[in-house]
């Protein structure tokens, strides 16, 4: 167990549909950052907050939102969901702002759209 | 835009073999280098890294060195396992830090 929390797990959803996951940071840890995983993309960097922040953007889709609450959790919320959204989505959570001594990741949700 | 470039695999050892994945970078500045490593149905785990130019990472048996003047950070590893098997990620943060990475590369070892 990283001590980043993912859930869930799987999700398998339609088109045109909105989902959210969600993940808990490791206890500490002020910055969370999103990826998606995907076989043709790599990993792509989408967004990073820190403490509640937005700090950084990267190559997140209109389409897709995320926020940091008070708790530090964050959620990533992903609407009019499309097959090529079908990915891995990571979580990784880091207790610098700026310098990174190591991101910790969680474990992931798969998402099929199908 | 920072960018990394991974060898592509998969690389295929037997088991004692040594290993080598390169990797290769551009940014602007100075940034930290990273290896990452993927087993099967997990997260990504930090291996090592190195935060400036000569620095050497290491970790679990891996080594990599933080090359400025080619821009590299290849990874090595005298004698593999089997227990080796997974991807690899090379990777840089900027000075945001957030990662940007290479493709990966999966190592397969075999017995």
């Known amino acids: 167990d990283s001590g980043v929390t993912q859930t869930p797990k799987h999700l398998i959803t339609a088109t045109g549909q909105r989902v959210t996951l969600r993940c808990s940071p490791r206890?500490?840890?002020?910055?969370v950052y999103w990826y998606q995983q995907s076989l043709d993309q790599g990993l792509q960097f989408l967004i990073q907050?820190?403490?509640?922040?937005?700090?950084a953007k990267g190559n997140i889709l209109e389409r897709f939102s995320a926020q940091q609450f008070p708790d530090l959790h964050s959620e990533l919320n992903l609407s009019s969901l499309e097959l090529g959204d079908s990915a891995l989505y990571f979580c990784?959570?880091?207790?610098?702002?700026?310098?990174?001594?190591?991101?910790?990741f969680g474990s992931g949700t798969r998402l099929t759209v199908v | 835009g920072d960018s990394v470039t991974q060898m592509e695999g998969p690389v295929t050892l037997s088991e004692e073999a040594c290993l080598t994945i390169?990797?290769?970078?551009?940014?602007?500045?100075?940034?930290?280098l990273f290896w990452y490593v993927q087993y099967p149905g997990e997260g990504l785990q930090l291996l090592l890294k190195?935060?400036?130019?000569?620095d050497k990472g290491s970790n679990k048996g891996f080594e990599a060195t933080y090359r400025k003047e080619t821009t590299s950070f290849h990874l090595e590893k005298g004698s593999v396992q089997v227990s080796d098997s997974a991807v690899y990620f090379c990777?840089?943060?900027?000075?945001?830090?957030?990662?940007?990475f290479g493709k990966g590369t999966m190592l397969l070892v075999s017995p």
């Open positions: 206890s500490g840890d002020l910055s």
């Open positions: 990777a840089l943060s900027d000075r945001y830090s957030t990662l940007t």
């Open positions: 907050y820190y403490n509640g922040e937005e700090r």
């Open positions: 390169n990797c290769t970078y551009t940014a602007t500045g100075y940034p930290s």
């Open positions: 990784a959570s880091s207790s610098m702002d700026r310098e990174p001594y190591g991101y910790t």
């Open positions: 190195a935060t400036k130019a000569d």
